[in-house]
């Protein structure tokens, strides 16, 4: 049989949709607006824009505790959110961004659980050791273990903003139906109770 006649045996990989790519720029966008204000509100006061950088202190207050002493400073001013906030969003925008670097945007499954529990485990052990006295975390601590964090959850954030793409365009996957047969209300067989007659004998 001649080359041209031969059959792939694996499909061909489904094309990335415009929708995909606007939806995984625009939450790309939107999370380096986010690290922008909280970077922008001590410059913002530095300047004279006191007005417009208490505005965006208020509206990070219900987020987070906004100890000047736990938060990087800008001009003599601290950032809009805590040093461990400041990495953890940080983060999560790098690993948004960084995203179809490392998986591809048509896929929605997310990576397993674990990941997410081993990303949560430095996090934890530095907030412990500095809430109980037996370490005294810094700046840096804070940041790197909320930006690990950060960048684990994009793995997860992206994949369901996809299928999500995926829900609206198309409904439930056909995957995630159940069967008719399974719906079917089956009714219940009512064993035989003539042992008189061998063949009807459970």
Avoid at 66 to 77: A, M, P
Wanted: charged share 15%; with cysteine.
């Amino acid at each position: 049989m001649s080359a041209s006649e031969y059959i792939p045996q694996s499909a061909a990989p489904e094309p990335l949709r415009r929708a995909q790519v606007l939806a995984w720029g625009a939450l790309a966008a939107l999370m380096l607006v986010w690290m922008a204000l909280i970077v922008g509100a001590p410059f913002a006061e530095a300047h004279g824009y006191v007005a417009f950088a208490q505005v965006i202190y208020k509206a990070f207050d219900p987020l987070c505790h906004q100890l000047s002493e736990r938060s990087f400073h800008l001009e003599g001013h601290p950032f809009a959110v805590c040093a461990r906030c400041t990495g953890l969003y940080a983060g999560l925008t790098a690993g948004i961004i960084f995203y179809p670097l490392a998986r591809s945007l048509r896929r929605t499954d997310a990576p397993s659980l674990v990941w997410l529990v081993l990303a949560a485990i430095p996090i934890s052990v530095d907030w412990s050791l500095g809430f109980f006295g037996i370490w005294a975390n810094t700046h840096l601590s804070r940041f790197l273990t909320g930006a690990l964090l950060g960048v684990t959850g994009a793995l997860f954030i992206v994949p369901g903003l996809m299928d999500m793409l995926r829900y609206f365009k198309h409904g439930v996957p056909e995957a995630r139906r159940e069967p008719e047969a399974a719906r079917a209300v089956v009714p219940a067989r009512i064993a035989p109770s003539d042992y008189g007659s061998p063949s009807s004998r459970i």
